[in-house]
């Protein structure tokens, strides 16, 4: 099993809504990130966990907020969202979060804020 | 920090033709590169990556890249493109802050 799974693949919210993204790896990965990506620009690093602990948090407002539960999952739960959040949500896994590895995608969620 | 340009957002080439991407790096020290194909709407598959040893480097989809030092570049060839090469790619650097940037991207239309 080579893939990064992300559910939902659609997700339209409200901005008072309360939601969560979910990525799952069964690759034995040990770090997991969320990247955003806008139309026609690359992806964009949020968070990085490395063996479950968040390492990495680029700045990223207090609504978007990780999850790591354990080493095959990520989530993301997002709370009072604007409508400049609408974008790709990619997660992605790599055996571990080093330079001399690649990072292996899913193939995002969609999210529409309105 | 490590950073990438893409000098080309858009390319057209005709189906067999050949095909290059640019892709040019700024880092210190030697870097780790890739490039990922992002198709419509989907997210990035790696098609090859650079770590160190034999500067050409053999991807999926008879792609190869060949690292240059000294030009620090990292071009993306292909010798004869399908229509299902249609899609954007991203060359990316991993630098000393373990972190994987992105360029901006080149988008590629192959025409019949």
């Known amino acids: 099993d080579t893939e990064v799974t992300q559910t939902p693949k659609h997700l339209v919210m409200g901005m008072t809504n309360k939601k969560s993204l979910k990525c799952e790896q069964h690759m034995g990965h040990r770090a997991m990130y969320w990247y955003k990506q806008k139309a026609k620009k690359p992806p964009e690093l949020m968070f990085v966990?490395?063996?479950?602990?968040?390492?990495i948090n680029e700045s990223v407002p207090s609504r978007f907020s990780p999850e790591c539960p354990n080493s095959s999952l990520l989530n993301l739960h997002l709370h009072a969202l604007q409508p400049e959040d609408s974008a790709l949500y990619l997660c992605a896994s790599s055996p571990r979060a080093a330079m001399n590895t690649e990072a292996f995608f899913g193939q995002g969620t969609r999210l529409t804020v309105v | 920090a490590q950073s990438v340009t893409q000098p080309d957002i858009h390319i057209t080439v005709s189906e067999g033709a050949s095909l290059e991407l640019r892709c040019n790096y700024s880092y210190g020290a030697t870097p780790y590169l890739f490039w990922y194909v992002q198709s419509p709407g989907q997210g990035l598959q790696l098609l090859l990556k650079y770590f160190s040893g034999d500067t050409l480097v053999q991807g999926i989809k008879g792609f190869e890249a060949e690292f240059k030092r000294s030009q620090s570049s990292f071009n993306l060839r292909k010798p004869s493109v399908h229509w299902s090469d249609a899609a954007e790619y991203f060359c990316a650097v991993v630098g000393g802050n373990e972190k994987l940037t992105f360029g901006t991207g080149t988008r590629l239309t192959i025409i019949p």
């Open positions: 966990y490395s063996y479950e602990k968040l390492s």
